[in-house]
């Protein structure tokens, strides 16, 4: 269903994937896969331009409370292979899980639900806001 959706785009295709699949496997596992789904991405829309924004952090409460924890320290080692992979494809990379953390390097609870992991209505709009004030002209 993916590859058919990008292939009948007629605007930027953005791909975020990770969150769930660090909780039970490792980053460079996930980063694999999404390498895959990129790379069929590319295959399928070749002219499309593709960007990837990081994932977001968690709040500390989903560190260690959370039905599956997921670690930021993982997110982080995630986020730089996904900074890898979009360089080694060529695609544009935007760092909105930087621009979503607080002081203490968590994801601003006032930007999450009550899991910790998910974004609220206030996390999604900052996490737009940030992306079309980074990313190229299409």
Same mark, same amino acid.
């Given at each position: 269903?993916?590859?058919?959706?990008? &292939?009948?785009?007629?605007?930027?295709?953005?791909?975020? *994937?990770?969150?769930?699949?660090?909780?039970?496997?490792?980053?460079?596992?996930?980063? %694999?896969? *999404?390498?895959?789904?990129? &790379?069929?991405?590319?295959?399928?829309?070749?002219?499309?331009? /593709?960007? #990837?924004?990081? /994932?977001?952090? #968690?709040?500390? *409460?989903?560190?260690?409370?959370?039905?599956?924890?997921?670690?930021?320290? $993982? /997110?982080? %080692?995630?986020?730089?292979?996904?900074?890898? /992979?979009?360089?080694?494809?060529? $695609?544009?990379? #935007?760092? $909105? &899980?930087?621009?979503?953390?607080?002081?203490?390097?968590?994801?601003?609870?006032?930007?999450?639900?009550?899991?910790?992991?998910?974004?609220?209505?206030?996390?999604?709009?900052?996490?737009?806001?940030? #992306?079309?004030?980074?990313?190229?002209?299409?």
């Amino acid at each position: 269903r993916i590859m058919s959706a990008i &292939n009948s785009a007629k605007c930027p295709i953005y791909l975020m *994937f990770g969150t769930e699949s660090l909780g039970t496997q490792p980053a460079d596992q996930t980063a %694999d896969q *999404f390498d895959q789904l990129l &790379n069929s991405a590319i295959a399928t829309a070749p002219e499309a331009q /593709i960007i #990837v924004p990081s /994932i977001p952090p #968690v709040t500390a *409460f989903a560190e260690i409370n959370g039905e599956t924890p997921i670690k930021n320290s $993982v /997110i982080d %080692d995630y986020n730089s292979r996904l900074l890898e /992979i979009s360089n080694k494809r060529d $695609v544009y990379y #935007v760092d $909105v &899980n930087t621009a979503l953390k607080n002081n203490e390097g968590k994801l601003n609870p006032e930007y999450a639900e009550e899991d910790g992991i998910h974004l609220n209505t206030a996390g999604g709009q900052a996490l737009l806001n940030y #992306v079309l004030n980074h990313i190229p002209p299409a």
